[in-house]
């Protein structure tokens, strides 16, 4: 497994939309596995391939404390949502960054799973909102692009003024 290098939000790259995963091989389980290490490491609750520079649909969540329930959508799909959430956002390519945006309270999701097995999730709270999150990533969208033109302008200049600090 490996540590892959996550996309910074303005980066042009996180808005290229992902291409459905048609091949269940040995690259497809290494790059889901890949992206939980980079996920657990960063540390996060959710990770797109895209957002580590692969333009497949796929992503990984895991909101447990203890950080032992993976679950890897290929293909992810929404097809039922209800309610509506309050809960406040960060993203690993937007660091430092959190606030609130409309999401659906529960979701119930169809997709497959690294072996190409299909099944069908309910979630709610913080997993129903990850899960929505990252499948925005997967259509090249971030979550700052939900809020105002004004807190976007504040995004932008406090994401450049902590790259000029880490340079």
Avoid at 14 to 38: C, G, I, N, S
Avoid at 100 to 123: C, H, I, Q, Y
Wanted: aromatic residues 4%; contains cysteine.
């Amino acid at each position: 497994m490996s540590i892959l290098n996550i996309l910074r939000y303005p980066d042009a790259r996180l808005h290229k939309v992902a291409a459905p995963v048609t091949v269940f091989d040995a690259p497809l389980k290494k790059l889901a596995l890949d992206l939980a290490e980079t996920m657990y490491a960063a540390p996060g609750v959710g990770l797109a391939a895209s957002q580590v520079d692969v333009h497949k649909q796929v992503i990984v969540v895991d909101v447990s404390e203890r950080r032992d329930s993976l679950i890897t959508l290929v293909n992810p799909e929404i097809i039922e949502r209800s309610g509506e959430s309050d809960i406040e956002e960060g993203c690993l390519s937007v660091p430092g960054i959190y606030d609130t945006v409309p999401r659906a309270e529960r979701v119930k999701v169809r997709a497959w799973d690294a072996n190409g097995n299909s099944f069908t999730l309910e979630a709610q709270g913080l997993l129903a909102v990850c899960i929505q999150h990252e499948m925005d990533h997967l259509k090249g969208k971030v979550f700052v692009e939900y809020l105002s033109q004004l807190k976007q302008t504040r995004v932008r200049a406090r994401l450049a003024k902590q790259l000029r600090k880490s340079a």
